[in-house]
Every structure is written in structure tokens, then in C-alpha cells.
């Protein structure tokens, strides 16, 4: 499969709940994104990795918790979140030029 | 602090007629400006940037730094362009990666 490809498509998780989103890029690139997309807010940056190693936190509460474990997956691990993270959570790479390639994204609703 | 904003949310017009898509900017040092398009079912996608100067799908925009705008613009609209349209501004590369800040977005509506 080509491009960046994101898991699960959809995810309904309790309060208390621990899960996972995971990204996965096939095009090389050496940066990789998470941005929240709300329905009454623009694009959220939360984390930024270049290389591997975080390169912004966009002031992101620690229910949220990045992964990297090389440059081509990036999880977001979920912990004990609120109604209010319900969003469509998008997963983008990019490689030195000003693009950034999307993927289909994770709807997430939090109960 | 970067800051783009799109003014219209909703933005609809004839086929054959022109459109323009605002977007402003705040931004204190030299930015770079973009156009994300996101049609129907579709994944985000980069339509142009200003750099470039060039045109995609008959779209153009402007980067004028006097009124730290980059109106998106077509003269003849077509069904085909109905989609969600994002400004997006990159003030900042951090070791090779992009620090995009979007816009609200405008959903564009084409009618026939």
C-alpha cells in the first residue's frame, strides 16, 4: 500500500478506556504529523517528528501520548480521555519540501 | 503568533462564475501560504502554494503581504470544484519538518 495509511478508520472508546491510533507512511518521508480536526475548530498541530524525535508538542494534554518508533509509524496512545476529544484525528508525513501528504484519518468518539 | 483566517465558512456560486476563497494571515516574519483541498471521500490534499506561482485546476492565488492575504481564485467555477478548501500558512521549518497552521476552511459549493 502506498501513501499514509491510518488504523482504525473509526474508534468509539470509553472514559477509561487505553487505545491506540497508529500511522504508517510508505513514502520515505522523514517528518511525521498528528493534527485534530474538530468540527467548530480549525486544524489542530498536537505533535511533530522529524527523524524520530519530537520536534513540537503543541501544548497537547498528557492523555495524549506520541510514539515514533522509526520514521515511518507514529502512534497516538489515548488514556482516560474526555467527551470533548471527539475529532477526527489526521496523520500526515512530509520529506524537506512544504508538503504534507494526509492520511484518511481515525473518527474518534470518546463516550 | 501565526494565525490564518478564512472569513467564509460556506461559500456557494453558480457554474461559469468566478470564485474567490479569502484568506488572511498574521504572521510577523516571511511566511509561506498554501492551498489544501479536501474533495468529497477524499483525503486532504496540498492544491497549490504561492511560491510556485503556478496554476492547478484553473485555481490562482496571490500572496500580497500589504494586506497579508492569499485569495484562492478561479474565473470560471465548474461542478467538479465543490469541496473544502483550507488556507494554510508555514512560517517556521523545524529541522526539516513543516509547522502548517490551517484555517477554519470554506466549504465551496458549486450549484449547476
Known amino acids: 500500500e502506498t501513501g499514509v495509511t491510518q488504523t482504525p478508520r473509526h474508534l468509539v472508546m470509553g472514559m477509561t478506556n487505553k487505545k491506540s491510533l497508529k500511522c504508517e507512511q510508505h513514502?520515505?518521508?522523514?517528518?511525521m504529523y498528528w493534527y485534530k480536526q474538530s468540527a467548530k475548530k480549525p486544524l489542530e498541530l498536537m505533535f511533530v517528528?522529524?527523524?524520530?524525535?519530537?520536534?513540537e508538542n503543541n501544548s497537547v494534554p498528557s492523555r495524549f501520548s506520541p510514539e515514533c518508533p522509526n520514521s515511518s509509524h507514529l502512534f497516538l496512545h489515548l488514556h482516560t480521555l474526555q467527551p470533548e476529544d471527539s475529532a477526527l484525528y489526521l496523520c500526515?508525513?512530509?520529506?524537506?519540501?512544504?508538503?504534507?501528504?494526509f492520511g484518511s484519518g481515525t473518527q474518534l468518539s470518546v463516550l | 503568533a501565526q494565525r490564518v483566517t478564512q472569513p467564509e465558512k460556506l461559500l456557494s456560486v453558480f457554474k461559469g462564475a468566478p470564485v474567490e476563497l479569502k484568506c488572511n494571515y498574521s504572521y510577523s516574519g516571511s511566511p509561506e501560504l498554501f492551498w489544501y483541498v479536501q474533495y468529497s471521500r477524499q483525503r486532504l490534499q496540498l492544491l497549490l502554494r504561492h511560491i510556485s506561482r503556478e496554476s492547478i485546476k484553473g485555481f490562482t492565488a496571490d500572496l500580497n503581504k500589504g494586506e497579508t492575504s492569499f485569495h484562492l481564485k478561479k474565473p470560471f467555477a465548474q461542478e467538479e470544484d465543490s469541496a473544502m478548501y483550507y488556507c494554510?500558512?508555514?512560517?517556521?521549518?523545524?529541522?526539516?519538518?513543516?509547522?502548517?497552521?490551517f484555517g477554519q476552511g470554506t466549504r465551496l459549493t458549486i450549484n449547476p
Open positions: 500526515a508525513s512530509s520529506q524537506d519540501v512544504p508538503e504534507l501528504f
Open positions: 513514502l520515505g518521508h522523514n517528518a
Open positions: 517528528y522529524n527523524f524520530k524525535e519530537q520536534t
Open positions: 494554510a500558512l508555514s512560517g517556521l521549518l523545524v529541522q526539516g519538518a513543516q509547522k502548517l497552521v
